[in-house]
């Protein structure tokens, strides 16, 4: 069992940054492909970015492509989601997912086995 506990996130104001965090628990972490996704109200869950275990490989939604930075630190269990340039349309609530088979990024919901809660990010205009 995994268990991935986020945080970092909060309200910002337009073009200010945040930077999210996902712990994992686990003694395998650095096998997993992790993910960010996010979700809006009323909106189906979508992919946003995505590294795979050795952090050699990652991949950003273009909306988020130049602004946003997804890394990892296998020693801590921990992947990071460095969001910066932030917009109104960023809102969401934003989860991390872990993936068994990690040698390339997933892309898609069903490819992940294990969700955090999820953490709130809330951009004003």
């Known amino acids: 069992q995994v268990q991935l506990v986020e945080s970092g996130g909060g309200l910002v104001q337009r ?7 996902c712990a994992a628990s686990g003694r395998t972490f650095s ?20 590294i795979n275990w ?3 490989s990652t991949y950003y939604r273009d909306s988020v492509m130049g602004r946003f930075t997804i890394s990892r630190d296998n020693a801590k269990n921990t992947v990071y989601l460095q969001m910066d340039i932030l917009k109104p349309e960023d809102t969401a609530v934003y989860y991390c997912a872990a993936a068994l ?10 490819e992940y086995d294990y969700w955090g809660q999820g953490t709130q990010v809330t951009v004003s205009s």
Not at 15 to 20: A, H, K, Q, V
Not at 31 to 50: L, N, T
């Open 15 to 21: 073009g200010g940054s945040l930077r999210l965090s």
């Open 31 to 50: 096998s997993y492909a992790m993910g960010w996704f996010r979700q809006a109200p009323g909106k189906e869950r979508e992919f946003v970015a995505g």
């Open 54 to 56: 050795s952090g050699a």
């Open 101 to 110: 088979t990690g040698l390339r990024v997933r892309f898609s919901t069903r």
